[in-house]
């Protein structure tokens, strides 16, 4: 028997001037094309009430049976629910099959329902959605039976009368109930074991069921533990739940949900409702979105307006989302590579969650946030609060474990300021650190944490001042770039030792380029006293459009917020070589909001607007220069000394007006050597020409460096770069972390007594 393809007319009215109305149509063409229907035509009508009659004016449904005709189309399909009589009235004017958006919604469950529970909500739905159109349909009513031709109740069931589709749906319930009982047993079960359960919940093909695959993976589970996933919409309809073990052998259950649609029909809200309490009763809801969908908002606002209807209030709610588009001009990439394979400086792309993501139960009272500020001449810390609440508020100091200052206040408001005096004075230094424990209490909730006491100026004349010392800041470039991981550090032992193998050769810290580090990663730079600057991965984000703002400057707080209290961090540098995309300059009003941004967040770190070119408002005037020749070099700069004059390619666009100057990017010397293993010599890159020979690059190295260490008018320098990255062979380090030049000799270039340090 030949199969019979169905081609649609969708039938849409804008009540009201519906802002998601356009949306709505878009989404019932997805649902149609789901079941497999070829859409051929589109027609909408703007109404303030529906005509009870046809639902469309009686001139609409002329134009409907136009298209019908024009499209040799054999069915339509309406935006919304009809009544029996508008579905008898619609068919006998048109001639043709009419459907609803239910019965097309009904139609996809029914076809993807795989267990015997699934199966059973959606013959309940169904039989209740055909029940009040018994009466009045007569002919029409098998039509209606399979909705589109796929699975249904069926002629034969439609022809009994109400009585023993009742009994029928009598009958389904009482299985169902069964099914219910036992989930319900499973759910008390749980509880009583202290197992945390953990709920998928989301709009239809927003990545639920990956979500849950690529926890599995993470848990090591076995392959048939996966649920199906596949790009489409409603793939899955059953409630699939899994034990998740993580990497400390904590322990949670994760259940995956049926997903959401707007204008879900109440049928199979109220028919799948306790598969759906699921999720109510789960200790943490994860709201999976698709941010790269436009309609990523409204996807968000159904699915909570939905689980409020189930009684999930959304105090245990958390929304993941996540968009990574390395071609967006709206989104910053970093150095990730814009091509499908890296080249030059920019490197092999990557996707995903890349850094460590915490999830934390809070009590009903609980801080929010807080940030410290050292006070080193009076030997104490002022602490501001984010707190959610009522409660006593208490702010305990140690060191080496000795209580050094405690301080309790009532508090009730939305933010709590104290001021902890200290009893020891222990400050916070360069190359050693030194670090006072934290405990703060508020209403039943504990946070651990630590500070450094020490305090950041910026000075005309000395440049960085930490604690009143003079410190000239020694930089190396890091990228944070990893062979076996890219983005993500192997182990925190790799981490740390990044630090440890560039304070081996001389540097006191580091210019972190284009990738917000891992928090882990600064606590060490605490710890070992390494100063460092944080700096966004602005590559990628257009500066020549306010647009870019949208993301850019959410992102920047968010940066500046986690990592505020520590205190290795001593300035930001939100924008790097912001040159002309695609022949247009950058706006200077985006840098300058983006500056002005920074420096309102926090006031207490000089902040570069974007380093190297180019300046528009900056604490520091920091230039790149990668010349090679290292008397030319010395040469340039000398005349900063004896005329105030800085050298700079980029005079046409910026503008020097003494403020203190940063060679924030020099050297990236590449060593070309006869018969190195790892040395490719058609695809390294590097800066100006490659050294010869390691004599050579030791003295080019001496000349560089010595050059700018000399200069008063110097207030540090950042050698490119930590390691080589990939297919750039310009590093200290090989990729690998191994070793390339003979450490001795570099510490003592680097560590040479600077002339602002005299």
Request: a negative charge; glycine letters at 6%; aromatic letters at 10%.
């Amino acid at each position: 028997m030949e199969e019979i393809i169905q081609r649609a007319i969708l039938v849409g009215v804008d009540l009201n001037n519906d802002k998601n109305f356009d949306y709505s149509v878009e989404e019932l063409k997805n649902l149609a094309e789901a079941c497999s229907v070829q859409v051929v035509g589109v027609l909408t009508q703007k109404l303030e009430r529906v005509n009870p009659a046809c639902y469309i004016g009686t001139g609409k449904v002329d134009e409907v049976a136009l298209l019908v005709e024009q499209n040799d189309a054999n069915l339509v399909i309406f935006n919304d629910e009809l009544s029996p009589s508008q579905i008898r009235n619609l068919e006998h004017g048109l001639q043709c099959k009419v459907i609803d958006r239910t019965i097309l919604i009904l139609d996809i469950f029914a076809s993807r329902a795989k267990t015997r529970e699934a199966q059973l909500q959606v013959e309940v739905a169904q039989l209740k959605y055909m029940m009040p159109r018994l009466i009045g349909l007569n002919a029409s009513l098998s039509r209606q039976a399979g909705g589109i031709g796929s699975k249904g109740p069926g002629e034969k069931k439609l022809e009994l009368d109400r009585r023993r589709i009742e009994e029928q749906v009598h009958k389904l319930n009482k299985e169902l109930d069964s099914l219910v009982l036992a989930r319900q047993n499973q759910r008390k079960l749980r509880k009583r074991n202290s197992t945390p359960v953990v709920a998928l919940v989301g709009y239809t093909n927003a990545g639920k069921s990956t979500t849950m695959n690529a926890l599995l993976t993470v848990s090591n589970a076995q392959a048939e533990k996966s649920v199906f996933e596949k790009n489409m919409l409603f793939a899955t309809l059953e409630t699939s739940t899994r034990q998740i073990q993580l990497p400390d052998n904590k322990q949670f259950l994760l259940t995956d949900t049926v997903g959401f649609v707007s204008k879900l029909p109440h049928q199979l809200v109220k028919a799948f409702r306790s598969t759906l309490e699921e999720a109510a009763s789960a200790d943490i809801v994860l709201n999976v979105c698709d941010a790269s969908d436009e309609h990523c908002s409204e996807h968000i606002e159904i699915t909570t307006g939905i689980l409020k209807d189930l009684g999930c209030n959304g105090d245990n709610i958390i929304t993941v989302y996540a968009q990574d588009d390395t071609r967006s001009p709206l989104q910053a990439r970093g150095k990730q590579s814009e091509l499908v394979y890296s080249h030059d400086c920019d490197y092999t792309r990557t996707t995903g969650i890349w850094q460590t993501v915490y999830m934390e139960f809070c009590p009903v009272n609980y801080i929010k946030n807080f940030r410290v500020y050292p006070n080193i001449d009076t030997a104490s810390i002022t602490i501001s609060a984010e707190i959610v609440g009522e409660g006593n508020f208490c702010a305990t100091a140690f060191w080496s474990e000795k209580e050094v200052g405690k301080i309790t206040t009532a508090t009730s408001g939305q933010t709590v300021t104290l001021t902890l005096p200290l009893s020891e004075k222990h400050l916070w230094e360069v190359g050693k650190g030194g670090l006072y424990s934290l405990k703060l209490n508020f209403g039943g909730d504990e946070v651990s944490s630590y500070f450094g006491l020490r305090e950041v100026k910026l000075t005309p004349d000395k440049g960085i001042t930490i604690n009143g010392e003079p410190v000239f800041q020694r930089l190396i470039l890091d990228q944070g770039f990893y062979p076996d991981g890219i983005y993500t550090a192997p182990s925190k032992e790799a981490l740390k030792n990044d630090i440890l193998l560039s304070m081996k050769v001389g540097f006191n810290g580091a210019r972190l380029h284009q990738k917000i580090f891992e928090p882990l990663f600064l606590h060490y730079c605490d710890e070992l006293g390494y100063i460092v600057w944080g700096e966004h991965g602005n590559w990628g984000a257009d500066h020549t459009n306010f647009e870019s703002l949208r993301y850019f400057l959410v992102e920047i707080e968010e940066e500046i917020e986690r990592d505020f209290n520590h205190p290795s961090l001593i300035g930001w540098c939100p924008y790097n070589e912001t040159w002309d995309v695609n022949g247009r300059k950058q706006d200077d009003d985006v840098i300058r909001i983006v500056y002005r941004t920074v420096k309102n967040l926090d006031k207490t770190r000089p902040c570069i607007d974007t380093s190297g070119n180019y300046h528009v408002e900056t604490d520091i005037f920091d230039v790149h220069d990668y010349e090679q020749d290292y008397k030319l070099f010395k040469e340039h700069y000398d005349m900063l000394v004896s005329d105030n004059i800085l050298f700079d390619n980029h005079k046409h666009r910026q503008t020097f007006n003494s403020e203190p100057v940063f060679m924030s990017e020099y050297g990236g010397i590449r060593v070309e050597l006869r018969n190195a293993e790892d040395n490719d010599r058609e695809k390294a890159w590097g800066y100006g020409n490659a050294a010869t020979s390691l004599e050579e690059f030791y003295e080019r190295y001496d000349g560089l460096t010595t050059a700018l260490i000399d200069n008063p008018k110097m207030i540090g320098f950042c050698y490119t770069q930590l390691t080589d990255v990939e297919q750039e062979l310009n590093g200290i380090y090989k990729y690998d972390r191994t070793e390339k030049f003979d450490s001795e000799i570099l510490y003592k270039i680097n560590t040479k007594k600077a002339a602002i340090e005299k």
